[in-house]
């Protein structure tokens, strides 16, 4: 084998291919275009078209457009009542008042966690699966206490969480089931698409993300009523917004509850309408992708991907490996920069949010109250995996993972 680009050999690549990247088309840029043309640039009528497209893709009866899936996820603990004691604001000041809790795994993007901060309640992690990263039913059964009012499970690198489980807890507490599906949309679970598999269902359409908006988020659920909450939410807690006020003629507006300014803009929601039509075949890209990297991974042992459960469509948001350490010489930040060397954009998802400052620092949280994700962290590495990457890049990927395992092992 070849000398590894950080030893000063040729590297496999000599662009960086990114972990994730947007696909835009000529469809997509006359989509947005058009809008830039018309009299509506915000809360005009891509906003509700965008969301009924999106109902219709995740079958489920309503949808709420957010400017970012941090949003999302803020919106759905505010229609989840997340609060401090009795009130669902969030906005107490008073220590002494019981905080709501809200179970969550730590194998997430902080915004998971923040998420519930935001809204005066308290994150309690529980554990992930060893073998899949997803939430562990038992561990957040273990973790429910009458203060308890939701669980957020993430559909982690994009494979739907076991929804029957964690609906069968939730049910049986009396708990709000909320779907971080950032990773996952697109999946399914027994055949169910993700979006339509918790009460509340939260996504995001950054650029790495399975569509984009630039910025962008959605809450699904199959309540009116929250959808009717979360659209008040999104817009400063009033009860009308622009064009509604300008369709009846009228400058009365009232505001009934403390709200954000959440919009997403038509532009935005253009562009998202236009992408949309290209995600089931996007996720069938990334799940071709995906069996390439598997099938060249069980022929090295020092290399595992996640398992994926049989009843799921997963949606690889991302590509995870574990480094078996144990057989390796070498660290994990030594192959990551051996791996980027090579011009494969590597990265990590991700340090296990219990263990962030803040956490520690706010809720007393640190190393051993998640020891399944504190131990797999240390090995994880995500490949580039993105509906745009050829073939050739694909093999560029794998060439380089054999390179610089073969060299360390
Ligand atoms: C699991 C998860 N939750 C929430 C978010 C937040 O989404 P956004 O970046 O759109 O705010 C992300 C995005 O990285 C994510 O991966």
Request: net charge negative.
């Given at each position: 084998m070849d000398k590894l680009a950080i030893d000063g050999g040729e590297p496999v690549r000599k662009n960086l291919l990114p972990y994730g990247h947007q696909w835009i088309d000529e469809a997509d840029i006359q989509a947005v275009a058009e809008v830039l043309r018309s009299d509506w640039l915000t809360t005009g009528p891509k906003v509700g078209e965008f969301e009924r497209a999106f109902v219709d893709f995740v079958g489920a009866k309503e949808a709420v457009a957010v400017n970012n899936g941090t949003a999302a996820l803020h919106t759905a603990m505010y229609a989840a009542d997340i609060g401090a004691g009795d009130s669902a604001r969030g906005i107490t000041k008073d220590e002494n008042i019981p905080r709501a809790e809200v179970i969550v795994p730590p194998m997430t993007f902080a915004s998971t966690a923040n998420c519930i901060v935001f809204q005066g309640g308290t994150p309690v992690f529980a554990d992930v699966d060893p073998?899949?990263?997803?939430?562990?039913p038992a561990q957040v059964e273990a973790k429910i206490t009458p203060r308890t009012k939701a669980i957020i499970a993430v559909d982690y690198a994009g494979q739907p969480c076991d929804y029957d489980a964690l609906r069968a807890i939730a049910d049986r507490h009396g708990l709000t089931l909320v779907a971080d599906a950032c990773h996952a949309l697109g999946g399914s679970y027994k055949g169910r698409p993700v979006g339509s598999l918790a009460d509340l269902n939260s996504f995001s359409f950054h650029p790495v993300k399975h569509i984009t908006t630039g910025e962008g988020g959605m809450i699904t659920t199959d309540d009116p009523e929250l959808a009717q909450r979360m659209r008040i939410f999104r817009n400063h807690g009033i009860t009308t917004d622009h064009r509604q006020r300008e369709q009846q003629g009228s400058w009365f507006y009232e505001m009934v509850d403390l709200g954000y300014n959440y919009r997403l803009t038509d532009i935005q929601c253009a562009l998202g309408i236009s992408q949309l039509r290209k995600l089931s075949r996007w996720v069938k890209r990334r799940q071709e992708i995906a069996r390439c990297y598997d099938q060249a991974f069980a022929e090295i042992p020092t290399v595992e991907p996640l398992e994926v459960r049989k009843d799921v469509s997963h949606a690889y948001h991302i590509y995870m490996i574990r480094l078996n350490l144990a057989q390796l010489r070498v660290t994990r930040a030594k192959v990551f920069s051996a791996l980027r060397a090579e011009g494969i954009g590597v990265n990590v998802h991700y340090i296990p949010v219990h263990l962030h400052p803040f956490y520690r620092e706010r809720?007393?949280?640190?190393?051993?109250?998640?020891p399944v994700a504190e131990a797999v962290y240390e090995g994880l590495i995500t490949l580039p995996m993105f509906p745009a990457m050829t073939d050739a890049d694909v093999d560029d990927v794998i060439l380089a993972i054999s390179k610089v395992i073969s060299t360390y092992c």
């Open positions: 073998e899949t990263l997803l939430i562990d809720f007393g949280t640190g190393p051993g109250l998640c």
